[in-house]
């Protein structure tokens, strides 16, 4: 039984101010050819399909031509709420779409009843696991410790009552222990929202989404698919790729990486604005329609920069100087500190600059409450 493992598809993003959709709708057309070439039994999306939980109507209409297509090659599609998304929304139709061999995870409510496929080696037993909260899951186990997210999924996870010498595939969006982020993503309040990969011992392949990069996490088969399009300058080097996994008989998988090409790649360039608008430097690229980020090395600031330099490269996202200047200032440095900390730890050591004090308890608490809102555009 053959799978295509997707996530993280953020219909509808803006980044730094540009709209992603038609970028988005190109790769989900490569998609559907990689589809059409593989003939999967099934195709999953493993949460954040949209980029905000009320999506914009362009956002949604593109995931609902993306069905329409799937359908029509003949591909169940497995599809799960991620902590962008809506998983009221997600799961609005559910009952009526899984006849039509679309299968959206429901809000989660304590009980994960498996999808069973079957193939010539037996059944094949597909968990949808929503991404949830320890509050999520306390509320239908109130007499279980839950104190963290490992706790809340290894709970849901033991409800499910798997019979693991069958083969079993868990459709999940969490953040696992140990795995790599992009800047594209949301950092939790104090990294609170691990969850150790021990909990999915005995799936044989556990479908993750929420990290952007493409990797495993403890275990070939415990894996991130990374999202199909590349999200952030800190993914510049990165290779997309869609993962193909292939189930034989119980302990028997393959997995295939199927490259992605962008519409418009992301790219990094440095150097003088001298040397970046030298001809020879930038005719035989795709420089001029990929997203930049530029950084000048020129010691004095040019004028009207960046309309001079969009006449070479119209997708100018970023720039910014790396000089003496901007290095004794600490403009550069300083910025990617503020990078590599939470907003929650950037707007403590605010707080305590400016009041001579720590934030109280309470205060942490409220502060971690409105950024995940914020996050979660409530």
Same mark, same amino acid.
Request: net charge negative; proline share 3%.
């Given at each position: ?31 559907? =050819? ?50 962008? $998304? ?9 009952? +009526? ?22 193939? !010539? ?14 509050? *999520?899951?306390?509320?239908?186990? /109130? ?41 594209? !993503? ?41 999202? /199909? ?15 193909? +996994?292939?189930?034989?008989? @119980?302990?028997?998988?393959?997995? $295939?990486?199927? /490259? ?7 790219? =990094? ?14 005719? *035989? ?12 090395? $020129?010691?004095?600031?040019? /004028? ?11 997708? +100018? ?12 200032? *600490? ?5 990617? %500190?503020? @990078? #590599? ?7 403590? =050591?605010?707080?305590?600059?400016? *009041? ?5 308890? =309470? #205060?942490? %608490? ?5 950024? !995940?809102? +914020?996050?979660?555009?409530?």
């Amino acid at each position: 039984m053959k799978f295509i493992h997707l996530s993280d598809l953020h219909l509808g993003k803006r980044v730094n101010e540009f709209s992603m959709l038609e970028d988005q709708e190109y790769i989900l057309i490569q998609i559907l =050819e990689i589809v059409k070439q593989q003939k999967p039994d099934a195709v999953i999306i493993a949460g954040d399909v949209y980029d905000k939980s009320v999506p914009s109507a362009e956002a949604v209409e593109l995931f609902d031509s993306f069905l329409v297509r799937l359908l029509k090659l003949q591909a169940k599609v497995f599809v799960i709420s991620g902590n962008h $998304d809506s998983a009221e929304r997600i799961a609005f139709g559910a009952r +009526i779409m899984d006849k039509s061999g679309i299968y959206m995870s429901p809000v989660y409510n304590g009980a994960v009843v498996p999808v069973v496929l079957s193939d !010539e080696f037996g059944e094949v037993n597909v968990y949808m696991l929503p991404f949830v909260k320890p509050a *999520n899951v306390r509320r239908f186990f /109130p007499d279980a410790e839950i104190s963290s997210y490992t706790d809340a999924v290894s709970v849901a996870i033991k409800a499910m009552s798997a019979d693991y010498s069958k083969r079993n595939i868990l459709i999940t969006h969490q953040f696992v222990t140990g795995a790599l982020r992009s800047e594209s !993503e949301d950092i939790s309040v104090g990294g609170t929202d691990n969850v150790d990969a021990a909990v999915f011992a005995g799936f044989d392949y556990v479908a993750l989404g929420h990290l952007h990069k493409s990797q495993k996490c403890s275990s070939e088969y415990i894996r991130y698919s990374g999202t /199909p399009l590349k999200y952030s300058f800190s993914e510049a080097n990165d290779k997309k790729s869609v993962t193909v +996994i292939t189930l034989n008989e @119980k302990g028997d998988i393959s997995l $295939d990486f199927i /490259p992605l090409i962008p519409k418009r790649d992301m790219v =990094e360039i440095k150097g003088s604005y001298e040397e970046l608008t030298l001809k020879s430097f930038w005719e *035989n690229t795709s420089y001029n329609e990929d997203y930049m980020h530029i950084t000048l090395t $020129d010691e004095e600031d040019i /004028p009207e920069v960046l309309t001079k330099l969009r006449v070479i490269y119209k997708n +100018i996202m970023k720039l910014d100087y790396d000089n003496k200047r901007t290095r004794t200032m *600490n403009e550069i440095n300083g910025a990617e %500190a503020v @990078k #590599q900390k939470t907003p929650a730890q950037n707007f403590s =050591e605010f707080y305590e600059l400016q *009041n001579g004090q720590p934030l109280s308890d =309470e #205060q942490s %608490a409220f502060l971690a409450d409105i950024i !995940e809102r +914020i996050q979660e555009g409530r």
